[in-house]
């Protein structure tokens, strides 16, 4: 049974930093694309970050400079570092996994930034 479990969502206050995390199990972890998308109240599920099997790298343009998305093979786990955090990173985040045409999801976890 593949589970992906997100970890480390919160309250933080405008320019503060949180970091989550997702365990995966039931899959080769190493062999899958890791990906963080969120969604805000009342729009779309849009992509934040995403991590490749080589290590590579790509971001929103709304977060670059901000947030860093890594992994790490041996726990089985991906991670997002977000600084500097805004209101409009206000978000339920998510964390995907993705091999082929094959795509998992965790059930998300929420981060909420205000004063």
């Known amino acids: 049974q593949v589970q992906l479990v997100e970890s480390g969502g919160g309250l933080v206050q405008p320019g503060g930093s949180l970091r989550l995390s997702c365990a995966a199990s039931g899959i080769i972890f190493r062999l899958y694309a890791m990906g963080w998308y969120r969604q805000a109240p009342g729009k779309q599920r849009e992509l934040v970050a995403v991590?490749?099997?080589?290590?590579?790298?790509s971001y929103v343009d709304s977060v670059k400079g901000r947030f860093t998305i890594f992994r790490d093979n041996t726990k089985n786990t991906v991670y997002l570092q977000m600084n500097s955090l805004k209101p409009e990173d206000t978000a339920v985040y998510y964390c995907?996994?993705?091999?082929?045409?094959?795509?998992?999801w965790g059930q998300g976890t929420q981060v909420t930034v205000s004063s």
């Open positions: 991590i490749t099997t080589g290590g590579g790298e």
């Open positions: 995907n996994g993705r091999i082929g045409a094959t795509s998992h």
